[in-house]
């Protein structure tokens, strides 16, 4: 049977034109069949990879008290550290602990006038009993920022756009964010709700695994394991591409099932979006493309098409309500009203 989730090599986009042309169509059939596929070739080394994942595991082999000061709902920007169980997906507890961070900026004075978006910009929270972690995640944000604009770019040539197509979506003030993630094993959860069945809402997602299992796509009606490849980084594709192509590519719904008893899992997900204030624009397709285009299969209405800042800033209302209740209460009711 052959693999439901391709591997791709991202160095074959400088090995010539014949071999460029063929690494396109492979990464368009890819982003329109499943929506996911393995990648090699990205010039991420091992020992890179080794660092920012023992970087994962010494923070959350921090003692309770340590993470639980810098827990999110301190974060008006909605950064830092969740508890397992304490974050929902379609209204279920997802059982994974996680710190989240995003771009270091400094926080926006807020006032009348100013978008509400403009809240989702600031300073990351940082452990101080581990003062190495900043320094390996923003070294790893760096990292996957270069793979995903490469990646993007390609997508792009893929489409038959310019090359530059999505520069101005990102350029200048991008909201990338990633977390670290720690998934405890079932006898300590008693549930195998890793995290829920979902969507991602950026560009690419780019996920690196440990050896375990638990990550599951689905195609075709059923959930296909997307096992851990040495070496490899998973990309999936998010709401922003499949909006910008009308459909024609692929926002994959996925979940991830709680590890066996007795097993942590450690994943760490670089999520590659836009400005906070950017406008999505619907890309001109060739016809060829045009006529096999589904239409954006989430909602044609969503209003990623108008403000990016605005929809983010409604998904981490519903996700993180106790945040929210702290540092947004004025905007839930309008959240819900235009929801």
């Known amino acids: 049977m052959p693999r439901i989730i391709p591997v791709l090599d991202l160095d074959r986009l400088e090995q010539g034109a014949s071999e460029l042309r ?15 596929f393995y990648l ?41 550290y969740t508890r397992a169980g304490g974050e929902l997906t379609r209204g279920k507890a997802d059982w994974r602990e996680q710190l989240d961070i995003g771009v270091e900026r400094a926080a ?6 100013v978008p509400a978006w403009t809240r989702l910009q600031g300073p990351n ?8 972690l900043k320094p390996a995640l923003l070294a790893w944000q760096a990292k996957a920022t270069d793979v995903a604009i490469r990646l993007l770019k390609a997508f792009a040539l893929s489409l038959d756009q310019p090359e530059d197509a999505f520069d101005p979506i990102y350029r200048g003030e991008p909201n990338h964010r990633m977390k670290i993630v720690c998934y405890p094993g079932r006898n300590a959860t008693g549930d195998d709700q890793g995290v829920g069945a979902h969507k991602d809402g950026g560009f690419l ?28 980084l998973v990309v999936n594709i998010g ?15 996925h979940r991830v099932v709680t590890p066996p008893p007795g097993v942590e899992r450690i994943s760490v997900p670089f999520f590659f979006s836009a400005r906070l204030d950017a406008t999505i ?10 006529t096999q285009a589904r239409g954006p299969a989430s909602d044609p209405d969503n209003p990623l098409f108008r403000n990016v800042g605005t929809n983010v800033l409604k998904g981490r209302l519903r996700s993180h309500p106790d945040v929210a209740r702290r540092h947004y209460a004025d905007l839930l009711e309008k959240a819900s009203a235009a929801s």
Not at 108 to 113: F, L, N
Not at 126 to 132: K, Q, S, T
Not at 281 to 290: C, G, I, Q, V
């Open 281 to 290: 624009p619907l890309l001109d397709l060739p016809e060829e493309l045009a």
């Open 239 to 253: 709401e922003l591409l499949e909006l910008a192509s009308n459909g024609y590519l692929r926002a994959t719904v």
């Open 40 to 80: 090699c070739g990205h010039g991420i080394t091992q020992p890179e990879i080794d660092a920012v994942l023992g970087a994962a595991r010494g923070f959350f082999a921090l003692p309770e008290a340590d993470k639980l000061g810098i827990e999110m709902v301190k974060s008006p920007q909605f950064r830092g």
């Open 22 to 36: 063929t690494f396109l169509f492979d990464l368009r059939t890819a982003a329109r069949d499943v929506g996911f």
């Open 205 to 232: 997602t780019l996920l690196l695994q440990d050896e375990n299992k638990g990550l599951q796509v689905e195609y075709d009606g059923s959930w296909v394991d997307v096992d851990p490849i040495p070496q490899t």
């Open 125 to 132: 929270q940082w452990p101080a009993a581990l003062p190495d």
């Open 108 to 113: 926006i004075a807020q006032g009348p006038g």
